[in-house]
């Protein structure tokens, strides 16, 4: 199997030929394989291998084509999924820290209208430090784009 996965059916000249090459000096060898070997890359093969498909098989072009294109679609639509799957990720994440952090803070201001105002402070202190943090994380991240 070559790297196509295309089954090689050899002829008698194809035979002939590769023994010829197996007599020649090892770098003649390299040499003509590196020229014979081809590779691509991308969703469809070069024009002149399309023009081989159909010829093999009338209507291949047209099937590679839409499965080409049927395959760009749904790549798409992933990565459609994984974009919004990640906003509401956040946003959950956001209104989560959201109500922790108001939750803290009354917890601050109920401390401080008790007269605990060492216990006001550190809650207060907890309360707000996400908030600072997040500002300037978010200001690191806007210097560097």
Known sequence: MN????KVVPTEKSEEILQEIKNLPDDQQEMI?????VSYSGPLPP????????????????RMLTMSEQNGEHIRRCEEKDVD?????NLRGQTY????????????????????????VI????????IITSFFANMKDDHKS
Request: hydrophobic share 50%; net charge negative; proline share 3%.
């Open 33 to 37: 394989m590196q020229s014979v070997m």
């Open 85 to 89: 799957a990640k906003i509401k990720f």
């Open 97 to 120: 820290s959201f109500a922790v952090t108001l939750g803290v803070l009354a917890l601050a201001a109920v401390a401080f209208l008790t007269d605990n105002t060492v216990v006001g």
């Open 123 to 130: 809650f207060g202190g907890v309360g707000v430090s996400p």
């Open 47 to 62: 024009a002149n291998e399309m023009e081989r498909y159909e010829k093999l098989e009338p209507g291949a072009l047209n």
């Open 3 to 6: 790297q196509n996965d295309e």
